[in-house]
Protein backbone atom coordinates (compact mmCIF):
# COMPACT_ATOMS: atom_id res chain seq x y z
CA UNK A 1 0.00 0.00 0.00
CA UNK A 2 1.26 3.48 -1.06
CA UNK A 3 -0.80 5.23 1.09
CA UNK A 4 -2.29 7.72 -1.73
CA UNK A 5 -6.05 6.92 -2.43
CA UNK A 6 -7.24 7.45 -5.78
CA UNK A 7 -11.39 7.31 -5.73
CA UNK A 8 -12.96 5.86 -7.86
CA UNK A 9 -11.67 3.07 -8.90
CA UNK A 10 -13.40 2.55 -12.35
CA UNK A 11 -15.86 5.22 -14.07
CA UNK A 12 -17.88 4.58 -16.89
CA UNK A 13 -19.61 7.45 -18.54
CA UNK A 14 -20.58 8.73 -21.80
CA UNK A 15 -19.02 11.13 -24.28
CA UNK A 16 -19.98 14.80 -23.37
CA UNK A 17 -19.98 13.86 -19.72
CA UNK A 18 -18.01 15.55 -17.13
CA UNK A 19 -15.82 13.96 -14.23
CA UNK A 20 -14.49 14.51 -11.39
CA UNK A 21 -11.07 11.77 -10.33
CA UNK A 22 -10.09 12.02 -6.54
CA UNK A 23 -6.70 11.77 -4.81
CA UNK A 24 -5.54 11.83 -1.71
CA UNK A 25 -1.76 11.91 -1.24
CA UNK A 26 0.67 10.49 1.77
CA UNK A 27 0.29 11.82 5.06
CA UNK A 28 3.12 14.64 4.68
CA UNK A 29 3.18 14.87 1.26
CA UNK A 30 3.13 18.35 -0.29
CA UNK A 31 3.70 17.50 -4.46
CA UNK A 32 1.05 15.50 -6.52
CA UNK A 33 0.93 14.60 -9.80
CA UNK A 34 -1.54 13.34 -12.69
CA UNK A 35 -0.28 10.76 -15.00
CA UNK A 36 -2.65 9.05 -17.97
CA UNK A 37 -1.57 6.13 -19.09
CA UNK A 38 -3.69 5.31 -22.64
CA UNK A 39 -3.75 1.65 -24.12
CA UNK A 40 -0.18 0.20 -24.82
CA UNK A 41 1.32 4.21 -24.40
CA UNK A 42 3.52 4.83 -21.00
CA UNK A 43 2.78 7.52 -18.74
CA UNK A 44 1.88 10.59 -19.95
CA UNK A 45 2.46 13.92 -17.16
CA UNK A 46 -0.48 15.66 -17.09
CA UNK A 47 0.07 17.90 -14.03
CA UNK A 48 1.77 18.50 -10.70
CA UNK A 49 0.50 20.59 -7.99
CA UNK A 50 2.72 21.57 -4.69
CA UNK A 51 1.41 22.77 -1.51
CA UNK A 52 -1.89 24.04 -3.27
CA UNK A 53 -0.14 25.57 -6.24
CA UNK A 54 0.39 24.55 -10.00
CA UNK A 55 4.12 23.54 -10.22
CA UNK A 56 4.27 22.27 -13.98
CA UNK A 57 2.36 21.32 -16.86
CA UNK A 58 2.45 18.86 -19.19
CA UNK A 59 0.08 17.24 -22.00
CA UNK A 60 -2.66 18.16 -20.56
CA UNK A 61 -6.01 19.29 -22.36
CA UNK A 62 -7.82 22.52 -22.11
CA UNK A 63 -10.85 20.17 -21.64
CA UNK A 64 -9.00 18.49 -17.98
CA UNK A 65 -8.49 20.54 -15.09
CA UNK A 66 -7.05 20.20 -11.74
CA UNK A 67 -6.61 21.81 -8.22
CA UNK A 68 -5.06 20.77 -4.57
CA UNK A 69 -6.63 21.73 -1.81
CA UNK A 70 -5.48 22.90 1.54
CA UNK A 71 -6.12 19.44 2.87
CA UNK A 72 -3.82 18.73 -0.20
CA UNK A 73 -6.18 16.14 -1.32
CA UNK A 74 -6.46 16.81 -5.48
CA UNK A 75 -9.14 16.91 -8.22
CA UNK A 76 -8.75 16.20 -11.74
CA UNK A 77 -12.11 17.43 -13.89
CA UNK A 78 -12.71 16.07 -17.17
CA UNK A 79 -15.09 17.70 -19.08
CA UNK A 80 -16.65 17.15 -22.96
CA UNK A 81 -15.80 13.84 -22.79
CA UNK A 82 -14.24 11.80 -25.89
CA UNK A 83 -13.61 8.26 -26.88
CA UNK A 84 -10.28 8.97 -26.66
CA UNK A 85 -10.11 10.39 -23.22
CA UNK A 86 -10.66 6.43 -22.17
CA UNK A 87 -7.80 5.60 -20.43
CA UNK A 88 -6.09 4.62 -16.49
CA UNK A 89 -5.49 8.04 -14.85
CA UNK A 90 -2.99 7.96 -11.76
CA UNK A 91 -2.32 10.08 -8.78
CA UNK A 92 1.20 10.20 -7.24
CA UNK A 93 2.54 12.26 -4.57
CA UNK A 94 6.06 13.17 -3.39
CA UNK A 95 7.93 15.11 0.18
CA UNK A 96 8.69 17.44 -2.02
CA UNK A 97 9.05 19.04 -5.69
CA UNK A 98 11.00 16.86 -7.60
CA UNK A 99 14.40 15.17 -8.08
CA UNK A 100 12.45 12.19 -5.83
CA UNK A 101 10.31 9.26 -6.20
CA UNK A 102 6.68 9.45 -6.74
CA UNK A 103 4.12 7.07 -4.68
CA UNK A 104 1.43 6.36 -6.75
CA UNK A 105 -2.29 5.34 -6.00
CA UNK A 106 -4.09 2.53 -7.76
CA UNK A 107 -5.56 4.92 -10.52
CA UNK A 108 -8.89 5.21 -12.10
CA UNK A 109 -9.88 3.31 -15.05
CA UNK A 110 -12.42 5.68 -16.97
CA UNK A 111 -14.19 4.25 -19.28
CA UNK A 112 -16.10 6.72 -22.02
CA UNK A 113 -18.49 4.79 -24.28
CA UNK B 1 7.18 14.78 -26.82
CA UNK B 2 9.18 12.10 -26.50
CA UNK B 3 11.92 12.33 -23.64
CA UNK B 4 12.10 9.40 -22.21
CA UNK B 5 12.04 6.13 -24.51
CA UNK B 6 12.10 2.71 -24.11
CA UNK B 7 12.46 1.41 -27.54
CA UNK B 8 11.20 -2.18 -26.31
CA UNK B 9 7.64 -3.33 -25.31
CA UNK B 10 8.54 -6.48 -24.07
CA UNK B 11 11.22 -8.80 -23.22
CA UNK B 12 11.69 -12.37 -22.26
CA UNK B 13 13.90 -14.03 -20.30
CA UNK B 14 14.51 -17.90 -18.33
CA UNK B 15 14.66 -17.25 -14.50
CA UNK B 16 18.15 -16.91 -12.74
CA UNK B 17 19.36 -15.76 -16.27
CA UNK B 18 20.04 -11.34 -16.48
CA UNK B 19 17.40 -9.19 -17.32
CA UNK B 20 18.63 -6.27 -19.12
CA UNK B 21 15.81 -3.27 -19.99
CA UNK B 22 17.14 0.03 -21.80
CA UNK B 23 16.04 3.28 -21.66
CA UNK B 24 17.76 6.18 -23.63
CA UNK B 25 16.37 10.24 -23.13
CA UNK B 26 16.99 13.88 -25.43
CA UNK B 27 16.65 16.05 -22.75
CA UNK B 28 20.38 16.74 -21.35
CA UNK B 29 18.95 18.31 -18.38
CA UNK B 30 17.58 15.35 -16.98
CA UNK B 31 19.83 14.65 -13.76
CA UNK B 32 17.50 12.43 -12.11
CA UNK B 33 16.68 8.95 -13.50
CA UNK B 34 14.59 5.78 -12.02
CA UNK B 35 12.84 2.69 -12.42
CA UNK B 36 9.46 2.08 -11.30
CA UNK B 37 8.03 -1.42 -11.52
CA UNK B 38 4.22 -1.78 -12.47
CA UNK B 39 2.21 -4.82 -11.55
CA UNK B 40 -1.35 -5.69 -13.30
CA UNK B 41 -4.35 -3.43 -11.41
CA UNK B 42 -1.62 -1.43 -9.17
CA UNK B 43 0.41 2.02 -9.52
CA UNK B 44 3.85 1.98 -10.61
CA UNK B 45 6.12 1.32 -7.35
CA UNK B 46 9.38 2.68 -6.96
CA UNK B 47 12.20 0.34 -8.05
CA UNK B 48 15.69 1.86 -8.14
CA UNK B 49 16.91 5.25 -8.66
CA UNK B 50 20.47 7.65 -9.87
CA UNK B 51 21.59 11.02 -9.79
CA UNK B 52 23.44 11.92 -12.45
CA UNK B 53 26.61 12.36 -10.50
CA UNK B 54 26.67 8.92 -10.60
CA UNK B 55 27.22 6.14 -13.16
CA UNK B 56 25.99 2.86 -11.12
CA UNK B 57 23.47 2.20 -8.69
CA UNK B 58 23.13 -1.17 -6.50
CA UNK B 59 20.37 -2.44 -4.48
CA UNK B 60 20.38 -6.08 -4.11
CA UNK B 61 19.35 -8.39 -7.61
CA UNK B 62 18.99 -4.65 -9.44
CA UNK B 63 21.66 -2.43 -10.77
CA UNK B 64 21.09 0.67 -12.69
CA UNK B 65 23.53 2.00 -15.40
CA UNK B 66 23.98 5.22 -16.60
CA UNK B 67 25.76 6.43 -19.66
CA UNK B 68 25.77 10.18 -19.78
CA UNK B 69 27.21 10.53 -22.80
CA UNK B 70 24.82 8.04 -24.78
CA UNK B 71 22.04 9.51 -22.96
CA UNK B 72 21.81 6.08 -21.83
CA UNK B 73 20.30 4.15 -18.80
CA UNK B 74 20.21 0.49 -18.37
CA UNK B 75 18.32 -1.39 -15.47
CA UNK B 76 20.23 -5.35 -14.54
CA UNK B 77 17.81 -7.83 -12.86
CA UNK B 78 20.51 -10.99 -11.60
CA UNK B 79 18.96 -13.68 -11.22
CA UNK B 80 16.03 -12.90 -12.88
CA UNK B 81 12.82 -14.16 -10.94
CA UNK B 82 9.19 -15.28 -12.07
CA UNK B 83 7.95 -12.62 -9.54
CA UNK B 84 10.11 -10.03 -11.72
CA UNK B 85 7.26 -10.19 -13.95
CA UNK B 86 5.95 -6.72 -14.74
CA UNK B 87 5.84 -3.73 -16.54
CA UNK B 88 9.21 -1.99 -15.99
CA UNK B 89 8.56 2.67 -16.46
CA UNK B 90 11.75 4.31 -17.08
CA UNK B 91 11.32 7.71 -15.79
CA UNK B 92 13.79 10.98 -15.88
CA UNK B 93 13.10 14.63 -14.21
CA UNK B 94 15.31 17.77 -14.63
CA UNK B 95 15.30 19.30 -10.90
CA UNK B 96 12.31 20.44 -9.36
CA UNK B 97 8.70 19.54 -11.51
CA UNK B 98 7.18 16.81 -13.51
CA UNK B 99 9.01 13.54 -13.94
CA UNK B 100 8.60 12.09 -17.34
CA UNK B 101 8.14 8.26 -17.94
CA UNK B 102 8.71 5.79 -20.86
CA UNK B 103 6.23 3.93 -22.33
CA UNK B 104 7.41 0.71 -20.31
CA UNK B 105 9.00 -2.66 -20.87
CA UNK B 106 6.84 -5.96 -20.07
CA UNK B 107 9.02 -8.51 -18.54
CA UNK B 108 8.22 -11.94 -18.62
CA UNK B 109 10.46 -14.39 -16.22
CA UNK B 110 9.84 -18.09 -17.78
CA UNK B 111 10.05 -20.87 -14.80
Known amino acids: DSGVTQTPKHLITATGQRVTLRCSPR?????VYWYQQSLDQGLQFLIQ???????AKGNILERFSAQQFPDLHSELNLSSLELGDSALYFC????????????FGSGTQLSVL | DQQVKQNSPSLSVQEGRISILNCDYT??????FLWYKKYPAEGPTFLIS?????DKNEDGRFTVFLNKSAKHLSLHIVPSQPGDSAVYFC??????????FGAGTRLTVKP
Open chain 2, 27 to 32: NSMFDY
Open chain 2, 91 to 100: AASAGPNDMR
Open chain 1, 92 to 103: ASSPGQGNEKLF
Open chain 2, 50 to 54: ISSIK
Open chain 1, 27 to 31: SGDLS
Open chain 1, 49 to 55: YYNGEER
